[in-house]
Nanobody, 118 residues
């Protein structure tokens, strides 16, 4: 089973920046999809950004121009650089990575809290 370990997150003032990372354990992984989702209190989980194996990216409308998703293929790691943070960006951020190891996997990180104060 492929496990994900997230790092980053924390408390930041509005206008500040944070960087999240998510690393997938295992070797000989063929990763098709790496994404970040977030869930604010009382709201449904929403897509923040994703990046596919070919490098194409997609962002949620609320983060376009402020967040950047990137990946390090050699380390099976995905990053989320978050700039110009707003209080409404507050939530639990979780990474999702899908692909093939010995079999297909669809793994989620443990979630990390991001809190943006006004």
């Amino acid at each position: 089973q492929v496990q994900l370990v997230e790092t980053g997150g924390g408390l930041v003032q509005a206008g500040g920046s944070l960087r999240l990372s998510c690393a997938a354990s295992g070797t000989d992984l063929s990763i098709n999809f790496m994404g970040w989702y977030r869930q604010a209190p009382g709201k449904q989980r929403e897509l923040v950004a994703h990046i596919r194996s070919g490098g194409s990216t997609n962002y949620g409308d609320s983060v376009k121009g402020r967040f950047t998703i990137s990946r390090d293929n050699a380390k099976n790691t995905v990053f989320l650089q978050m700039n110009s943070l707003k209080p409404e960006d507050t939530g639990v951020y979780s990474c999702n990575i899908r692909g093939y190891g010995r079999t297909w996997f669809d793994s989620w990180g443990q979630g990390t809290q991001v809190t943006v104060s006004s």
